[in-house]
């Protein structure tokens, strides 16, 4: 079974900042990784699969980068809608389980 | 326009058994993986099952110990989850979501692309 670690827990930050959240796998599973977005009340939305590359309407400020075990979702310069949950998931087996949660709020 | 619909919560004893299904509608259902997601209140995003395209290959979370059982019928573009021996660690919004890659190439996004609004499943007694 792969687990997904995200770090940090949580993330103070204000508008305009540099996010940067982490994701570790706790085997390689290449770059089949994908970063969601949940807000409050709302289903999960996809922001970028196979590591890098961006979901079909996503801003360019989400970037994501990584391979193996250590991934790393950017948010370039956050604006107000973007404070929410992150979740990373990976892809390589057929149990694509999530990590446990970023949870991005406003400083 | 590209959709998920839920439904079949509801409160449910311990013990009791509900089933959820899931009405797509926008694509071609017959053509994508389908998988069902759970979140138990204040906690994260738990992956349940997931099936093929045409239902010949099924895969389950290990925590679920065979309770669970995930179906489709692709000529009514539905999508169940069978749920029987209900526990109260079961209470969550339940999902389905489409694995963004289709047709025998499985070509297009490895990841859940689209997800329906989410049906609510309550354990108590």
């Known amino acids: 079974e792969i687990v997904l670690t995200q770090s940090p827990a949580t993330l103070s930050l204000s508008p305009g900042d540099r996010a940067t959240l982490s994701c570790r796998a706790s085997q390689s599973v290449s770059t089949y990784l994908a970063w969601y977005q949940q807000k409050p009340g709302q289903a999960p939305r996809l922001l970028i699969y196979?590591?890098?590359n961006r979901a079909t309407g996503i801003p360019p400020r989400f970037s994501g980068s990584g391979s193996g075990t250590d991934f790393t979702l950017t948010i370039s310069s956050l604006e107000p809608e973007d404070f929410a949950l992150y979740y990373c998931q990976q892809r390589s087996s057929n149990w694509p389980a999530f990590g446990q949660g970023t949870r991005l709020e406003i400083k | 326009e590209v959709q998920l619909v839920e439904s079949g919560g509801g409160l449910v004893k311990p013990g009791g058994s509900l089933r959820l299904s899931c009405a797509a509608s926008?694509?071609?259902?017959?053509?994508?993986?389908m998988n069902w997601v759970r979140q138990a209140p204040g906690k994260g995003l738990e992956w349940v099952s997931s099936?093929?395209?045409?239902?010949?290959?099924?895969y389950y979370a290990d925590s679920l110990k065979g309770r669970f059982t995930i179906s489709r019928d692709n000529a009514k573009n539905s999508l169940y989850l069978q749920m029987n021996s209900l526990r109260a660690e079961d209470t969550a919004v339940y999902y389905c979501?489409?694995?963004?890659?289709?047709?025998?190439?499985?070509?297009?996004?490895?990841?859940?692309?689209?997800w329906g609004q989410g049906t609510v499943v309550t354990v108590s007694s």
């Open positions: 099936i093929s395209s045409s239902g010949n290959y099924i």
């Open positions: 196979d590591a890098s």
């Open positions: 926008g694509f071609t259902f017959s053509s994508y993986i």
């Open positions: 979501a489409r694995d963004g890659r289709f047709g025998v190439a499985l070509v297009g996004p490895d990841a859940f692309d689209i």
